[in-house]
């Protein structure tokens, strides 16, 4: 059961993962909190309260850098992609290819 739970734990870590550098890679200068967890929140289902961790976690890692700029008299915190964050968006593309074809296979062959 506990292997069960790990890896239920670390298929959504990695969904989160995928859609938050996925989301920041389309914007060059990247994008701000809100407009990231709105974007996520409309492909995953996902509390409120799980999403700015994810964030921090991701910049923590190196894979997001974060910055404030004004906007409408109010500061936004911004995240962009880092160059390891890029490589390891690039992972999971390469990572997810494997997996879904695996998958595409399994249903193709009738197992």
Do not use: I
């Given at each position: 059961m506990k292997n069960a739970i790990a890896f239920h734990?670390?298929?959504v870590r990695?969904?989160?993962n995928v859609h938050f550098t996925g989301h920041i890679s389309r914007?060059?200068?990247?994008?701000?909190g809100y407009k990231i967890t709105q974007d996520v929140r409309s492909v995953l289902e996902v509390s409120e309260s799980t999403l700015y961790p994810v964030l921090r976690r991701l910049q923590k890692d190196e894979c997001l850098e974060?910055?404030?700029?004004?906007?409408a008299g109010r500061n936004r915190k911004y995240?962009?992609?880092t160059d390891k964050g890029a490589a390891q968006l690039n992972l999971y593309r390469s990572?997810?290819?494997i997996y879904s074809s695996k998958i595409t296979r399994?249903?193709?062959e009738g197992v």
């Open positions: 734990e670390h298929v990695w969904k989160l914007e060059k200068d990247g994008t701000y974060a910055y404030n700029m004004e906007y995240y962009k992609l990572e997810w290819e399994m249903f193709e």
